[in-house]
């Protein structure tokens, strides 16, 4: 069974041996736009190739890029735990065609590394197009010979991919693998289309316009393609097993967890151990890129991170700082593809203890008083906001971290109220000002953005992330 390390290697090697590049994942801090929270996607560093403002020795490139999506728009957080298929931080595979090749060989490429290389059964995919591509629908059925009802027309933003408000976009097709009747979900565009059952792994984009702040799309220099593959679910399919976090590499993150904490990866317990494996991965590697938790902006995204995974590990029963024990098997598994880990290892481990050991000493204390406040709801009720806003204050609980306890027992928070507190305390803070601890505008707003969406949230513009749905 290939390990998750070979099936990224295999992916590479295919590419470059089909005259790619073989470039390295960049930043998950995304240089080169100040509108992006987090590299998102594997074409951000090549945004500008496309458009043409810049211009690079390859025409074709492959890459396993390292990317985040926890916050904004684009917001995989909650589904952590929840879904089979999304972690904050995973690996996208990518081959790119810079005005070189387009939609036929993009789509032979794919057909043939997962059908050769990687041996996945025929009658197990189908792919979706864009409504009216009729050509990437015909070439579906010329190259992988797929009868019609296998190739599903959709019409909405999953198969119009576009970078953000503006930039590079155009129709694109993706494929789907069938993991079995015996899961529930649907295939895309049905109405059960939300469940694991057909998981997207690859989505191929037909790179032909550049959409411009008005709306208007202009057509790029020359139709290029990106693409992007999700490490871990392909991973998945070639392990034999439905859940990513039942790839090897995420079975060693878990493993770990469960001995520093004593608890069986079982019951209630089970998503903890995932939450916190795969929040692990993606504050260490925001460390490693040079992130460091804070109230504003992308610290505060990586703060949010940590202390969710580190509330996990209190419901656990941990006693100690679970994150910084559990650093070095990531950086075991992981570092000799992204050097960054093992060179940054001491700084990760020292990252995650002060923060675990400084939000411990409040985490304890703002539990109990979530669990007195919500004792008497029931499904569907809501937390009042001012106990919300007490916890965010006072015991350092985002506001996310407080939805997210409280979930499960169908519990949502008063936003209103919480916002409503927040207003008070910044009148009185103006009224009397002294230094503002915990607290800060910035951190307040982001995380009111986060709830409201970005297109309702107007300050902060470089707070912004990219917000595409593909
Ligand atoms: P989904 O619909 O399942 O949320 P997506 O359409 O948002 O996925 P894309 O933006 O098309 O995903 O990204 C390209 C590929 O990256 C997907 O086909 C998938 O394999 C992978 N991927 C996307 N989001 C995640 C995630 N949160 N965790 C792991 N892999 C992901
Ligand atoms: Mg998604
Ligand atoms: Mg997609
Ligand atoms: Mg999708």
Redesign the pocket.
Known sequence: MPSLNQIRQTFLDYFAKNDHEIVSSSSLVPHNDPTLMFT???MVQFKNVFTGAETRPYKRATTSQK?V?AGGK?N?LD??GY?A????????LGNFSFGDYFKEQAISHAWNLITKEYGLPKDRLLATVYIDDDEAFNLWKKIAGFSDDRIIRIAGS?NF?SMGDTGPCGP?T??FYDHGEHIWGGPPGSPEEDGDRF?????L?FMQFDQQTDGTRLNLPKPSID????????AAVLQGVHN?YDVDLFKALIRASVEETGVKAEGEALPSHRVIADHLRSTSFLIADGVTPSNEGRGYVLRRIMRRAMRHAYLLGANEPLMPRLAPVLVREMGDHYGELKRAEATIIETLRQEEERFRRTLGRGMTLLDEATANLKDGDMLEGEVAFKLYDTYGFPLDLTQDAIRAKGLSVNVAGFEAAMGEQKQRGRANWKGSGETSVQAEWFSIRDQAGASEFVGYEHLSTQS???
């Open positions: 998102n996607a594997g990317v999506r684009h995989d589904n952590v879904t298929r999304h972690h904050t931080f995973f690996e996208m999953d991919w694109c993706e494929i998981v997207e792994i690859w989505n984009v693409t992007g593959m999700g490490l871990e679910r392909v990513n595409h749905a593909r």
